[in-house]
């Protein structure tokens, strides 16, 4: 969503201008559960975009009825599951997923085509937790694609906002006036790309901090760029 609209409004009304200026015919649009709810799903409908939608609490008939769904005997077909093994961890993931074409009419959430449900669990040095989560989707996908759709949202939030987070303190800022946080918005994911370039071996928080303090290193690392 775009930053500078974040002081006119809730991220919600934000992320509903937002989809009104994005092309999104044949595209999937992913979303945490503040933007599971009727006014977003339009957006994306009036867009010709599909969506997969956390779905929470805060749509709790929706979700209990999405529960109930996968209450029955599942066919194995409707299901997939992905493990990965790396640096002492092991993370496996199911997916699941159910018609909800009947439900959509009756809880007034348009387009509503199917749950999915996903699964995961992650056991670090003999230490292994669980977690369930569902879905709001707005066609009927196979669970390997639900799996690779939920994967590439987190992806994004773990390499772009957990990283403008941590790295910039994002979050926190305190940019309001006229186009400023529009313009830092840009700078700061600018820079995470002119970093994101660089080969040496250090962590992306590392390399910001060395670029801040070692003039060499900055001025290396922006000939990179020039270069390319």
Excluded at 43 to 58: E, M, P, V, Y
Excluded at 157 to 169: G, I, K, P, T
């Amino acid at each position: 969503m775009p930053a500078y609209r974040l002081d006119r409004g809730s991220e919600l009304e934000a992320a509903i201008e937002a989809l009104g200026l994005i092309a999104l015919k044949g595209k999937v649009v992913t979303a945490d559960a503040l933007h599971c709810n009727r006014r977003t799903v339009e957006a994306i409908n009036a867009g010709g975009g599909d969506w997969c939608l956390a779905l929470k609490g805060n749509q709790e008939s929706l979700l209990s009825d999405a529960r109930g769904c996968f209450s029955g005997v599942i066919d194995p077909r409707q299901q997939a599951m992905t493990e990965e093994k790396n640096h002492g961890r092991k993370e496996v993931r199911k997916a699941t997923i159910v018609s909800a074409k009947a439900l959509g009419e009756y809880h007034e959430f348009p387009g509503l085509k199917a749950f999915g449900r996903i699964d995961a669990s992650r056991e670090v040095d003999g230490k292994v937790t669980s977690e369930t989560r569902y879905f709001a989707l707005s066609w009927m996908p196979t669970p390997d694609i639900l799996l690779a759709t939920v994967r590439y949202h987190w992806l994004i939030e773990n390499a772009l906002h957990w990283q403008l987070d941590v790295s910039f303190r994002e979050d926190a800022a305190r940019n309001r006036k006229d186009n400023a946080p529009g313009n830092i918005a840009v700078l700061r994911r600018r820079a995470l790309d002119v970093v994101r370039q660089d080969k040496s071996k250090s962590s992306l928080s590392i390399k910001l901090k060395r670029a801040g303090w070692d003039d060499a290193f900055l001025r290396s690392i922006l000939t990179n760029i020039a270069e390319a």
